[in-house]
């Protein structure tokens, strides 16, 4: 009796496996144009400058490069020198090399030499992890968040054949979790577990040659290594994800309190306006061009922001998400939520809310942009996440989002 | 000197606040509950750290609650904008531990979280510096 019993529970689960996959092709005809699952957990991701590769963390020490050979990804190369779990890794469009920093404080630069990749350490002087890493656009510098209130700005010194690192010390009350460059490759805007938003200069001799051309920003651009341009002071709680416009004439970054803030006019008197998100908090924001953002978190589904005519920013929807659900699909996402109370609600997503159960089924803490065309816009980029799986969504398609890019 | 004005300035709050109450009274014996409700929630000040002005206003806040009965017809008059200070208030009504307040709060919580989403319920807890 009890064993019929298993046996129906058991054709029910497959009937509703079956019936998510058929949901989850329909989605991927949408917005999401690949779905791998690479590991159990995917702490951060970076692809090569011709997006054939892809370095990720499967939440270790470890650094998986994959390389993509007939429609399959194939594990070429693991970088094993860091003893802690990676927090972030950035592959320079530039040069070709990639870089990671760690939760055992140290981050390495790897350059591919012959078919190995060999490693350089670069001394932080950090007494507690580093969290966050990200080139400069044009690739001679990098910046390093981390928990120890500090802000790591490494160059290049040839003469030593050494990566330096300048410290930006004693402007934030707590962990950094975010850096980005701004396109001039001198600002930097950070965002803090204290829930500020502060933009530094990184401007170091001999580096930077010269002093840069005025662009949006103005004058702040004269400002010494580790002068504070501005900081913003919107949020109350952990701030999030920071990210500079295409032109870099505004930034947009989110709270733990599931707010989204976005900024212009950066400098003494900026703009900032707030949007409330009735949902769980973001993780990561990113520009596709100046007015349209795509923010991804605790939701499971990528969040489309747009700024309208007058620059007023407000929420358009989930990227993940059928305008006219079928028929099919809305039976799909009936079950998808049956199979959330089977498993209980340690499946985050599926169980929480049947209309968002899609592609990711866990946090997306990453976003990273792809294909960039002529004009400067991004139509294509991947988020990874804590369900281990790396999607690819194309906003080619999206005719609702034409206007925005 | 700063403390000085800080207590000036929480004299004028328990004074508004004073005021406000009367007004509630006012209101709840013309059969507005809701009227009286956004009357509570408005100006209240969480951005001062005097205890005494956020307790006052608790106060009239929680009369204002407890005279709510149709939570639902409730909703269809108080603007969104209302729905996160009322949160927090909820948060604090529930932190008291009185039954019948609990009741009320978690009568209304539940609607609120409907219309409202998670996210008001994460701003309410975030906020460890504008509290009610």
């Not at chain 1, 577990?193 to 949006?216: E, Q």
Request: glycine fraction near 6%.
């Amino acid at each position: 009796m009890d064993c019929k019993k298993r046996k129906d529970l058991h054709s029910v689960t497959d009937l509703v496996l079956a019936s998510i996959q058929i949901y989850m092709i329909t989605l991927i005809e949408m917005a999401a144009i690949a779905v791998n699952q690479f590991a159990e957990c995917v702490t951060c991701h970076a692809w090569s400058p011709d997006q054939s590769m892809i370095a990720l963390c499967p939440n270790n020490n470890e650094v998986h490069i994959y390389k993509s050979v007939a429609e399959n990804w194939e594990r070429i190369h693991v970088l094993q020198k860091h003893d802690q779990i990676i927090a972030g890794i950035d592959w320079s469009k530039s040069s070709n090399r990639i870089v990671t920093v760690s939760h055992d404080r140290n981050s390495y630069v790897w350059n591919q030499e012959g078919s190995v990749w060999v490693p350089t350490l670069v001394i932080l002087r950090l007494n507690r992890a580093a969290l966050c890493v990200q080139w400069s656009p044009k690739g001679n510098k990098f910046a390093v968040g981390s928990g120890a209130k500090t802000v790591c700005i490494c160059y290049y010194e040839q003469e030593n054949n050494w990566w330096v690192s300048k410290l930006i010390r004693k402007k934030h009350d707590s962990s950094v979790t975010s850096v980005a460059w701004h396109p001039n490759n001198v600002l930097i805007a950070t965002t803090s577990t204290d829930g500020k938003c502060r933009v530094f200069s990184t401007f170091i001799k001999g580096v930077d040659a010269g002093k840069p051309r005025k662009s949006g920003s103005g004058s702040s651009l004269d400002a010494k290594f580790g002068e504070q341009i501005v900081q913003l002071d919107l949020s109350f709680c952990w701030a999030f994800g920071v990210k500079w416009s295409p032109s870099g004439s505004s930034l947009a970054y989110v709270g733990h309190n599931s707010m989204i803030y976005f900024v212009d006019q950066i400098g003494p008197s900026p703009s900032a306006q707030s949007v409330v998100l009735r949902d769980l908090p973001l993780r990561d924001v990113m520009f596709v061009s100046e007015k349209l953002v795509i923010g991804v978190g605790y939701d499971c589904n990528p969040m489309v922001f747009a700024a309208d005519g007058t620059g007023s920013w407000s929420f358009v929807r989930f990227l993940d998400e059928k305008k006219s659900a079928s028929s099919s699909a809305r039976y799909g996402s009936q079950l998808t939520e049956a199979f959330g109370k089977f498993y209980g609600s340690s499946k985050q997503g599926t169980s929480n809310d049947k209309s968002r159960a899609g592609v990711h089924d866990n946090c997306i803490n990453c976003i990273v942009p792809m294909k960039t065309s002529e004009s400067n816009k991004i139509t294509s980029f991947s988020t990874s996440g804590l369900d281990g799986k790396v999607v690819v969504w194309d906003l080619k398609n999206q005719e609702d989002l034409l206007e925005y890019m | 000197m700063g403390e000085h004005v800080e207590a000036d300035n929480a004299e004028a709050i328990i004074t508004r606040i004073e005021h406000k109450s009367r007004k509630i009274e006012s209101l709840l014996k013309q059969y507005k509950p809701v009227e009286a409700l956004k009357t509570a929630l408005e100006g209240s000040p969480p951005k001062t750290r005097d205890e005494r002005c956020k307790s006052a206003n608790w106060i009239v806040v929680h009369r204002a609650l407890m005279a709510i009965k149709d939570v639902d017809l409730m909703f269809t008059s108080l603007d969104p904008e209302y729905y996160d200070i009322l949160m927090k208030y909820l948060y604090r009504g529930l932190s008291t531990g009185d039954r019948p307040t609990c009741d009320q709060c978690l009568r209304i919580h539940e609607k609120l979280t409907q219309r409202a989403g998670p996210g008001c319920i994460l701003r309410a807890l975030s906020d460890t510096v504008n509290t009610v």
